[in-house]
Each structure stands twice: as C-alpha cells, then as structure tokens.
C-alpha cells in the first residue's frame, strides 16, 4: 500500500455527513461556536492553499505560537495536508526561548499571536524566516485574512511513512532544547493503535482541555477524536466546572494529574456527573495512588494511566478492556502504567544494556513504528540516545512486573515534571548563575499538592554580595516560561557535596520534601 499523509488518513475517517458538529467551543466573547467536518475540510483547504502559494522548499518547517483555538489546530492540519513541517511552540516562552527555536529549526513560516507580532516578527526575520502571519483566538490576524482568498478545495501532498510532519522540541539534561523529529508513519501507526487499544467507538465525544502545542494535547487526543470521526467538546483553557458541565454530552477525557487534582476539588464531581462518561485517561507525569483511588471512589471510573514521551508519542498504557494480547487482564492498576503497546518493544536494563530480569529496576529502553527519527541536525545527540542495537534510551527508569506491567519508579535524567510540564533544572541553574551576586545554584523538584512537582532553587551568593530569593526569582520571569520559574528561592552558606564534589541533589530534595506539603 502507498503510504498517505497523515492528513488523508485523518480526513478518510470523517463522518459521511460533513455537516454534523465535529468541533464545539465557546469564543471568548462567550459565544457557542460549531464547526462541521465540512468547515474543517475546508478551513484546512484554505491555509493549505496558501501555504503550497508561497513555494516553500520541501521539508520547510511552519513554526507556531498562538493561544488555543479550533483554527490552530486547523492550521495543525493544513500543515500537514500542505506536506510542510509543524513546529508547535509553548505560549509561555519568553523572546530568549523563541529566539533559540527560530535560531534553530530556521522556520519558512512562523505564525504568532497579533499581539506579539512586533517582537517575534523581528525574530523570525532576523533569523532568515520569510513569512510571518498572525493568528488571534478569536478568528482575526493575516493568516486566515490571507487564507480566505484561496481555494476550499485541496489535493493533500503525498508522503511517505517516513517523511517529517512536525518536530517537538524538548529539553535537555545538558545544553540547549533538541527537535524530536516526528514522522507521518511514527503519528499515524500509534493514532491507529491507541484508537483500538482504548476502544474508540461511534457516538464517542472527546472533550479536549488541553494545550495544543505537546504531544499530549496535540496528538493523543486530537487524533483520537479525528481517526474516529468523533466530535470535541474544546476548551481553549482547562477550566474544572467547564469539564463537569461537558460531561453529560461527553465520554472520553485526558489530562495530565494535576487535571484530575483539580477537579477532585469540585464538589460538583460526583458519580452522576460523571454517568455519561466511558474513559478518562491520564498521563504526561505520575499520578498519585492517592488521585487514582479517589477518583474511583467519587465517579465510580477507573482511570486508565498511559506514559510517553515526545520522541516515542506513547509507549504503554493499561488495559481498557480485558485484552488477549496481555493473558486476558483487564485491571487498570494504579502507580503503573500498563503493558507496552501493540508494536511497541519494551526492555529493562542495567547501566550496561544488559537485559534485567522481572520485577528489577533499571533503565527503560523501547523500539518500534512509533519511535523517532531523531533530534533535528543534531547526529551525535541522536546517536548517544540509542544502543548499539537500536533501542532508545528513554532516561526513565522503571520495572515490569510478573504479569508484565510496567511500572515508573523515577529518572535518569534530571528533570522536573510540573503540571505536566517538563522543567530542566540544568537550565534553570545556568539563568540563575548569569545573574549579578550568584556564585552557583541548584534546582530541585520537590512534591506539590496541585502540580505535582515544583522546583525550588538554592542560591550560593558571591563573596561579598546578598541577593534575594524573591528578586532573583524575579529576574528569572523576565525571561523564561512562567511554568519554569521555581516556586521558592534559598540563599544559602553551600551546597552539600559528595566526595567527587557532586551536588547531592537528593540531600536538597530530602531537605525541601516537605515546603508544600
Ligand atoms: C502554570 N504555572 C505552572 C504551571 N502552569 N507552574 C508550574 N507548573 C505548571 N504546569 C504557573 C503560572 O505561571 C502561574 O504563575 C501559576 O502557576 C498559577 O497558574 P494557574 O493559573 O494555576 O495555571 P493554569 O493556567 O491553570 O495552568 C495549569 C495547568 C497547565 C492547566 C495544569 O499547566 C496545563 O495545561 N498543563 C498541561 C501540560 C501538558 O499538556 N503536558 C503534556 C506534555 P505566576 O502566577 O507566578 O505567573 S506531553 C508529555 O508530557 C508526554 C509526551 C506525555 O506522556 O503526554
Ligand atoms: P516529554 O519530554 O514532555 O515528552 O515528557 C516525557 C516524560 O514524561 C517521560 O520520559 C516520563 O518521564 C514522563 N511521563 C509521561 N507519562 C508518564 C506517566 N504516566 N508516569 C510517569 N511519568 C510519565
């Protein structure tokens, strides 16, 4: 078989009816807005027009930072249909993080909110990038202006399974962010297997709160809801009682924990509420056993926890129904997540790649259609995270257990996982050491009641000089992704070190385990 472009794939599996509803949201001005197949087909046209008008090199790179809105995503499916690549961009990064993703992907297209027109404008430009349209979460800016005088008709560009469609950027341990490169077979096999896995069926409804610029949020659930011809419900923000009030007209959520945290607050989530509802699913960070049992407790479901990552989209998930493949077993089992996927290869090793028997702890290596092709002009960095014999070294590290759950018992590498965010302290520590009066720092994570994880900085001052936590925390707003700015800053005397003058990062944890507690 010819392999398709994502995008046919998708659009084959819309309803034969194009005029139902397949996306509801409400616009900011509060209005209820309803958007068919019909418009999607089109809408996607429209920007997939102007993007084949532009004649961009194959391959070129469309970079976006917009706030959430039914025509981002749109725009997520012109660039695919166009057969350009998608490079989705958090909204919370400042004009230094922009700077580095635009220095690095070198973007042909990058599209950004009216309002931050004037400052990313100029970083594209100066980076060599040659159009630059603006796109509102309330329908105004040039790209659909621009759009609107194109075609609603669209051949899509065809693919091969092993052609790029977006790239992800995702941070390091050490130095600067890499872009995972995401190819249409690596999207399209694990939307297909995860539409059977979690039993996607007709009537299904989607509601999708999520931000759409991670894996999370832009793949699993949007090609969920797409590949079954299924509606969403879509929120631009994540808003507990907005969710409660879909719930009724809805069947399927995601979230990341603290999502889930947040709407245990509500007294309104009851097991009537959530009556109408066939799965919720969550995953991005750990979920507590403690939101696992109360969720059961107060709406009778049980969650059903997968885990992933951006270069591998998602790697296991417990069973949603007794599954043949796993000896039967239906259990969703909390503080796990389930059995590798349908395609997906799972080893546990030791630090010398040496296969670990059941039930021991080591490093999670995995294999298979939805694996990555690797990090964007970076060969080496691409080579040192794969085995010899082609496994990807994922930096987590877990165990499986004799009835072959996998289980996450912590990291390799050094990372922070907030609300779902991933947080590199080495980052965070290289900001903190640049500012006037610090000799070093440190960044831990340090358990949260809301997001699960925050970090916390210790500051060492130069000899002579006193700076402040809140100051130096301060300083750090001003030029980094809110969700990256540590909750707490410390000024202390030195930093505890073990006898190869190490930081002893676990001692600093231990320390602070208990600040929001
Ligand atoms: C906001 N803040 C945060 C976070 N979000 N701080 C730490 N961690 C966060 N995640 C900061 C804000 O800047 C603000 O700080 C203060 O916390 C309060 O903000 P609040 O209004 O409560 O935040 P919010 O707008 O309600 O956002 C919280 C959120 C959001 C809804 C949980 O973070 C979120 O949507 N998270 C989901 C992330 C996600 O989709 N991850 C998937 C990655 P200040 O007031 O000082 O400015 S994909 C992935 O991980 C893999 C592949 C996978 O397996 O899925
Ligand atoms: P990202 O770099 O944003 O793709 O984040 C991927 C990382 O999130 C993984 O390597 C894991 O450390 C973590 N992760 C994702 N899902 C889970 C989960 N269900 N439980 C624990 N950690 C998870």
């Given at each position: 078989?010819?392999?398709?472009?994502?995008?046919?794939?998708?659009?084959?599996?819309?309803?034969?009816?194009?005029?139902?509803?397949?996306?509801?949201?409400?616009a900011?001005?509060?209005?209820?807005?309803?958007?068919?197949?019909?418009?999607?087909?089109?809408?996607?046209?429209?920007?997939?027009n102007?993007?084949?008008?532009?004649?961009?090199?194959?391959?070129?790179?469309?970079a976006?930072?917009?706030?959430?809105?039914?025509?981002?995503?749109?725009?997520?499916l012109?660039?695919?249909?166009?057969?350009?690549v998608?490079?989705?961009?958090?909204?919370a990064?400042?004009?230094g993080?922009?700077?580095?993703?635009?220095?690095?992907?070198?973007?042909?297209?990058v599209?950004?909110?009216?309002g931050?027109?004037?400052?990313?404008?100029?970083?594209?430009?100066t980076?060599?990038?040659?159009?630059?349209?603006?796109?509102?979460?309330?329908?105004?800016?040039?790209l659909?202006?621009?759009a609107?005088?194109?075609?609603?008709?669209?051949?899509?560009?065809v693919?091969?399974?092993?052609d790029?469609?977006?790239?992800?950027y995702?941070?390091?341990?050490?130095?600067?962010?890499?872009?995972?490169?995401?190819?249409?077979?690596?999207?399209?096999?694990?939307?297909r297997?995860?539409?059977?896995?979690?039993?996607?069926?007709?009537?299904?409804?989607?509601?999708?709160?999520?931000?759409?610029?991670?894996?999370?949020?832009?793949?699993?659930?949007?090609?969920?809801?797409?590949?079954?011809?299924?509606?969403m419900?879509?929120?631009?923000?994540?808003d507990?009682k907005?969710v409660?009030?879909?719930?009724?007209?809805?069947?399927?959520?995601?979230?990341v924990?603290?999502?889930?945290?947040?709407?245990?607050?509500?007294?309104?989530?009851?097991?009537?509420?959530?009556?109408?509802?066939?799965?919720?699913?969550?995953?991005?960070?750990?979920?507590?056993?403690?939101?696992?049992t109360?969720?059961?407790?107060?709406?009778?479901?049980?969650?059903?926890?997968?885990y992933?990552?951006?270069?591998?989209?998602m790697l296991t998930?417990?069973?949603?129904?007794?599954?043949?493949?796993?000896?039967?077993?239906?259990?969703?089992?909390?503080s796990?997540?389930?059995?590798p996927?349908?395609g997906?290869?799972?080893?546990?090793?030791?630090d010398?790649?040496?296969?670990l028997p059941v039930?021991?702890?080591?490093?999670?290596?995995?294999?298979?259609?939805?694996?990555?092709?690797?990090?964007?002009?970076?060969?080496?960095?691409t080579?040192?995270?794969?085995?010899?014999?082609?496994?990807?070294k994922?930096?987590?590290?877990?165990?499986?257990d004799?009835?072959g759950?996998?289980?996450?018992?912590?990291?390799?590498?050094?990372?922070?996982?907030?609300?779902?965010?991933?947080?590199?302290?080495?980052?965070?520590?290289?900001?903190i050491?640049e500012?006037?009066?610090?000799?070093?720092?440190?960044?831990v994570?340090?358990?949260?009641?809301d997001?699960?994880?925050?970090?916390?900085?210790?500051?060492?001052?130069?000899?002579?000089?006193?700076?402040?936590g809140?100051?130096i925390?301060?300083a750090?707003?001003?030029?980094?992704?809110?969700?990256k700015?540590?909750k707490?800053?410390f000024?202390?005397?030195?930093?505890?070190?073990?006898?190869?003058?190490?930081?002893?990062?676990?001692?600093l944890?231990a320390?602070?385990?208990?600040?929001?507690?």
């Open positions: 078989m010819t392999f398709q472009n994502l995008f046919t794939a998708l659009r084959a599996a819309f309803p034969s009816d194009l005029d139902q509803t397949a996306v509801e949201t409400t900011p001005d509060g209005q209820t807005l309803r958007y068919s197949w019909r418009d999607l087909e089109h809408a996607s046209a429209r920007i997939a102007l993007l084949a008008s532009l004649q961009l090199p194959e391959g070129s790179r469309v976006v930072q917009v706030e959430k809105s039914v025509e981002a995503m749109v725009l997520y012109a660039t695919l249909r166009a057969g350009y998608f490079l989705p961009l958090n909204t990064y400042q004009s993080e922009i700077e580095y993703f635009v220095g690095n992907a070198e973007p042909a297209v599209v950004c909110t009216p931050n027109f004037g400052w990313v404008s100029k970083i594209a430009f980076a060599g990038t040659q159009h630059v349209f603006t796109l509102g979460d309330d329908r105004t800016g040039s659909l202006e621009r609107a005088h194109h075609a609603a008709e669209h051949v899509p560009a693919r091969g399974a092993d790029l469609a977006a790239i992800l995702t941070s390091g341990t050490t130095g600067r962010s890499k872009g995972a490169m995401l190819t249409h077979g690596n999207l399209l096999s694990n939307a297997v995860l539409q059977d896995y979690w039993g996607f069926e007709p009537g299904d409804v989607l509601i999708h709160a999520l931000p759409i610029f991670h894996v999370h949020g832009l793949f699993v659930a949007i090609h969920a809801a797409l590949l079954n011809g299924s509606k419900i879509w929120m631009a923000k994540f507990p907005a409660l009030a879909a719930m009724p007209r809805a069947t399927v959520f995601m979230g924990p603290t999502l889930y945290v947040r709407l245990l607050a509500e007294p309104g989530l009851t097991k009537e509420a959530a009556k109408n509802m066939r799965l919720f699913i969550a995953g991005s960070a750990p979920l507590l056993i403690e939101t696992f109360a969720w059961q407790q107060r709406t009778g479901h049980t969650i059903l926890e997968r992933g990552m951006s270069e591998t989209i998930s417990n069973p949603y129904s007794a599954d043949a493949r796993h000896g039967g077993q239906s259990e969703r089992r909390g796990t997540v389930g059995f996927l349908p997906v290869g799972l080893r546990v090793v030791d010398a790649n040496r296969a039930g021991e702890i080591g490093n999670i290596q995995v294999q298979g259609p939805n694996v990555f092709k690797g990090y964007w002009r970076m060969p080496e960095k080579a040192e995270e794969f085995t010899a014999d082609g496994w990807f994922t930096g987590d590290v877990g165990q499986v004799e009835r759950y996998v289980s996450i018992v912590g990291r390799s590498k050094d990372l922070i996982i907030s609300g779902g965010y991933n947080v590199y302290p080495a980052e965070i520590e290289s900001a050491n500012l006037p009066g610090v000799a070093e720092s440190a960044v994570g340090v358990p949260h009641p997001f699960g994880e925050v970090g916390v900085a210790v500051v060492i001052a130069r000899p002579g000089a006193q700076p402040e809140e100051a925390l301060a750090l707003k001003a030029q980094l992704a809110n969700f700015i540590p707490r800053c000024v202390a005397t030195e930093l505890p070190r073990n006898a190869m003058g190490k930081v002893q990062k676990n001692l944890r320390q602070y385990e208990k600040l929001f507690a």
